[in-house]
């Protein structure tokens, strides 16, 4: 069973945490030491947040950050500081409850209404292919497919550039997807920027 730790000011007690995790604890910073089986919400803006979130992901706890304000540039730094996930601070103890599990079963969280702006954000972003280990297990035309996929193209239109099939693109497509452990193009997206 994970421990709930939620890091941020004290006076700081939606009622919606204790109702969706009970058992939860409350610091104003990283407990020392970090309980092995943790799940961390924090909230961002509060002192050091950034390092906290390396801090936690080098030992593979999985953070979410808190907001007062969602804002497309504070999410966009917490996932690239390796957060799982971005929520409003206020939200309901089921959406909690959701985002905890979404997150234990290999997803991220990210708010709907923040979603279309991030997936325009990453595809002007330049790739830096954090995951490279990851990458070497795809073939030389898997690898291709990525390059155009983190672009923003779509399969009739990777097809094109690469000489091949739809249908073809759709099955490296599949075998990335697998091979990496991933559920979709977006998660695709995500791990690679």
Not at 28 to 53: H, M, Q, R
């Amino acid at each position: 069973m994970c421990q709930n730790i939620f890091i941020m000011q004290d006076e700081i007690k939606p009622p919606s945490w204790l109702e969706a995790f009970p058992d939860s604890i409350i610091h104003e910073s990283v407990p020392e030491p970090l309980p092995e089986k943790a799940f961390v919400w924090l909230l961002a803006g509060s002192l050091d947040w950034c390092l906290t979130i390396e801090r936690c992901v080098k030992v593979n706890i999985p953070v979410i950050v808190l907001t007062n304000k969602l804002d497309i540039k504070q999410l966009t730094k917490s996932l690239q500081y390796g957060a799982k996930g971005y929520v409003n601070l206020n939200v309901n103890s089921r959406t909690l409850q959701q985002i905890r599990e979404t997150i234990l079963h290999g997803g991220i969280w990210v708010p709907e209404q923040l979603l279309l702006n991030l997936s325009s954000v990453l595809l002007t972003t330049p790739s830096n292919y954090k995951s490279k280990n990851k990458l070497k297990s795809l073939t030389e035309r898997e690898i291709q497919v990525v390059h155009e996929v983190i672009k923003g193209l779509t399969n009739k239109q990777i097809a094109r550039i690469l000489d091949i099939t739809e249908r073809t693109v759709k099955e490296h497509m599949t075998s990335i997807l697998r091979k990496l452990d991933l559920r979709d193009r977006r998660q695709l997206i995500l791990t690679l920027k």
